[in-house]
């Protein structure tokens, strides 16, 4: 069902800032999605605006086909979990979990089975009589997690839940939502600023930037096949090149002139005008180097340059290269037994080479 949650040509300012301009989503049921931007997007103005905090200046929310924009936030089938979790201090773990349900005046019985099945599912029967002061960050999470959860709503709103936790929790915590959504199938909206995050939890990622949608699409589409060069910064790096047309291919590449690096052929799928500049992206990863000039064949756009720095990350290495006016990143990954591989000195010349599917043309900003 495509339509469960429609976000139809939502707005909200507050006084002369514009939070959120015009947005319009259709959220799956059951979907993981998450909405993705630096701070400042607009992303939890629109989540309160879902959550029912928030009312729009303008345009409607709809869940299962009935119009929730003017409803409250306990009229909503909508539960949210915070980024500081909002525990009761003094209710233990079994206490804050039934906390909705006792409010709800649901039956002893109801409450208790309901409870007990939802700290089952997220693994904190043992710690049922704790206080939350008692636990760690990432069981204070799952807390307020199964404390959503329990009124079984129909979406679930997470608001930047991993932001108080430190690395390891994080990547553990990654795997412990996505475990809890793939059992109870409900829809949820996660909203972060954190790529990595969003990449690995969602289904489909909604990118924001000042208050507007630049794109909507899977992971890898994002990643992959970039509609903007905003998108493409902040899913992961890029290069951009930006350079005339000189050459439309019928099979959907385009040779593009750069200034200092020649005439490479990339994808062209976001070509519009032989009239106007063209804007190139490659990610770091695509970019091979070597010592020698790559011979002809797949890898056809090769340029040279010089090592002027590289940054170790323990499994792979950064190279910034300089082509002409150009500083290339290149990303290789470090292996004794990767074969072939170099680890080029400063002051190195080398050759960069990347094969034409891996070069994109993406919007240049401003452009409709």
């Not at 794109?215 to 998108?231: C, I």
């Not at 063209?278 to 002809?296: D, G, N, Y």
């Not at 990954?333 to 400063?346: L, M, V, W």
Request: hydrophobic share 40%; charged share 25%.
């Amino acid at each position: 069902m495509d339509d469960f949650l429609v976000i139809d040509r939502v707005s909200k300012s507050f006084g002369a800032l514009r939070a959120v301009d015009g947005v319009s989503l259709s959220i799956r049921q059951g979907e993981a999605f998450s909405l993705l931007g630096p701070s400042g997007c607009g992303k939890t103005t629109l989540l309160r605006m879902l959550a029912g905090f928030e009312t729009p200046d303008s345009g409607r929310i709809l869940l299962g086909g009935k119009d929730v924009t003017g409803l409250l936030p306990e009229q909503r089938p909508v539960n949210t979990v915070f980024q500081n979790y909002a525990l009761f201090p003094h209710l233990n773990v079994w206490e804050n979990v039934a906390f909705g349900l006792r409010m709800s005046r649901r039956p002893r019985e109801e409450i208790r089975s309901g409870v007990d099945r939802m700290l089952e599912l997220v693994r904190l029967s043992e710690h049922a009589r704790k206080r939350p002061a008692q636990l760690s960050g990432g069981q204070r999470q799952r807390v307020a997690i199964a404390r959503a959860l329990v009124n079984r709503p129909q979406v679930l709103l997470l608001d930047e839940p991993l932001a108080a936790l430190d690395l390891k929790l994080r990547q553990h915590m990654l795997v412990e939502l996505n475990a809890i959504h793939e059992q109870v199938g409900t829809t949820f909206i996660y909203v972060t600023h954190d790529q990595g995050e969003a990449m690995s939890l969602s289904d489909r990622i909604a990118v924001m930037n000042e208050g507007r949608v630049e794109q909507v699409d899977e992971p890898e589409a994002l990643y992959e096949t970039p509609r903007s060069g905003f998108v493409a910064t902040f899913i992961g790096d890029a290069n951009f090149f930006t350079g005339m047309p000189v050459e439309l291919k019928h099979d959907g590449y385009l040779r593009v002139q750069v200034e200092g690096l020649g005439s490479p052929l990339v994808h062209g799928s976001g070509f519009v005008s032989s009239h106007e500049p063209v804007r190139i992206m490659i990610r770091p990863e695509k970019i091979s180097l070597t010592l020698e000039r790559p011979q002809s064949g797949e890898r056809v756009n090769a340029f040279r340059g010089v090592v002027e720095d590289s940054v170790y990350f323990g499994s792979h290495a950064r190279y910034h290269v300089r082509a002409g006016e150009h500083l290339v990143i290149a990303q290789l990954q470090r292996s004794r037994f990767s074969g072939g591989g170099i680890e080029p000195a400063r002051g190195a010349v080398v050759w960069m080479s990347f094969h034409p599917d891996e070069g994109r043309v993406v919007r240049l900003e401003g452009a409709a």
